[in-house]
Nanobody, 121 residues
Framework: VQLQASGGGLVQAGGSLRLSCAAS????????MGWFRQAPGKEHEFVAG????????YYAGSVKGRFTISRNSAKNTVYLQMNSLEPEDTAVYYC???????????????WGKGTQVTVSS
């Protein structure tokens, strides 16, 4: 499956952004979809994940209550709505797909190119 992320940008603290990730090449519903991020000098960090059907969602503690992941199977797209953004959310955000049950970085065989999110204070 091929993944294309978009929607990043520069926003002030407290603002919102919505990231999109369009999938192509394989049956979208076969994959659990996740968002990861990598800040300068840091490792990839799991941000949010969503199940094959979209009925189950998973979040890192640092974003729970502020970020919402969703998927639209008709559009083969997964979204990450980010509200109440903080400077600490500044990172390159990546979408990833897996048929595994783990959300670890190594369990995600398919990755899109990242999109930069910068939150100014």
């Amino acid at each position: 499956v091929q993944l294309q992320a978009s929607g990043g940008g520069l926003v002030q603290a407290g603002g919102s952004l919505r990231l999109s990730c369009a999938a192509s090449g394989q049956t979208f519903s076969n994959y659990r979809m996740g968002w990861f991020r990598q800040a300068p000098g840091k490792e990839h960090e799991f941000v949010a994940g969503i199940s094959w059907t979209g009925t189950s969602t998973y979040y890192a503690g640092s974003v729970k209550g502020r970020f919402t992941i969703s998927r639209n199977s008709a559009k083969n797209t997964v979204y990450l709505q980010m509200n109440s953004l903080e400077p600490e959310d500044t990172a390159v955000y990546y979408c990833a797909a897996t048929y595994n049950t783990s959300w670890s970085r190594d369990a995600m065989p398919f990755w899109g190119k990242g999109t930069q999110v910068t939150v100014s204070s």
